[in-house]
């Protein structure tokens, strides 16, 4: 009881310390997801501690993420009347970007290694956990490989993303949001509510949508590549 307590505490210290440092520092890179992962994790490869158990230590912040998705919705609450002027692009783009996103990952997964099961993993890589990990499992892919892609891309686009459009010189505060929500999910999408209300609320609606069309699009379109692929391997 000491151990998980401890844990739960040294995570929360953390995160909520690193956050003060950046707010002060400006610092990219001091990301306190970021910080706490890689902090956490060495901890418990160093101490012999087993995910499980701190997984079960931090499980009342596991019960929190819940609220904090459900936060994110005020922002696209405050812009919906804008955004239902624009549905039929925005649909479109984000249609165009689960194709290009699936299509771009598994070929070049396939072209430099030629594992199908590496290439269905990390083209599921933009969406949140629960639908990333499942649709990876029912296309046979590796769910370890999905949930750490997703981490990833997360916190790339949390930290890069912004930046990366602006030097592309990409203002607007809507399609930033729709970028970074439609490539890096939910992390991307927290980063984005510190930009202000628009971008928070085009990257919710990206995140929905995202995961929705993926979810529709990755049973048909993967194997279709992959067949595609080996066929003409």
Not at 86 to 93: E, N, V
Not at 187 to 202: D, F, L, N, R
């Amino acid at each position: 009881m000491t151990l998980m307590l401890f844990l739960f505490a040294l995570t929360i210290g953390i995160y909520y310390s690193v956050a003060i440092v950046q707010v002060k520092s400006n610092f990219l890179w001091l990301n306190p997801l970021l910080v706490t992962i890689v902090a956490m994790a060495l901890l418990l490869w160093t101490q012999e501690i087993t995910y499980l158990r701190y997984t079960q230590a931090t499980q009342g912040l596991i019960f929190l993420i819940d609220f904090a998705v459900v936060a994110l919705g005020y922002p696209l609450f405050k812009q919906i009347k804008q955004m239902k002027q624009h549905w039929r692009p925005i649909l479109l783009l984000l249609g165009f970007g689960v194709f290009l996103v699936i299509g771009v990952s598994l070929v070049m997964t396939m072209l430099l290694i030629n594992s199908p099961e590496i290439a269905i993993s990390l083209s599921l890589k933009s969406v949140t956990n629960p639908i990333g990990i499942a649709l990876t499992e029912q296309l046979a892919g590796n769910s370890s490989i999905t949930a750490i892609a997703i981490i990833m891309a997360g916190l790339f686009g949390a930290l890069l993303g912004p930046a990366w459009l602006r030097f592309i010189n990409v203002h607007s505060a809507a399609a930033q949001g729709l970028a970074i929500g439609a490539s890096s999910h939910v992390i991307g999408t927290a980063s984005m509510v510190k930009h202000g209300h628009i971008h928070g609320a085009y990257s919710s609606i990206a995140l929905i949508l995202s995961a929705l069309l993926t979810s529709f699009i990755s049973p048909w379109f993967i194997p279709f590549l992959l067949k595609a692929f080996i066929n003409n391997s």
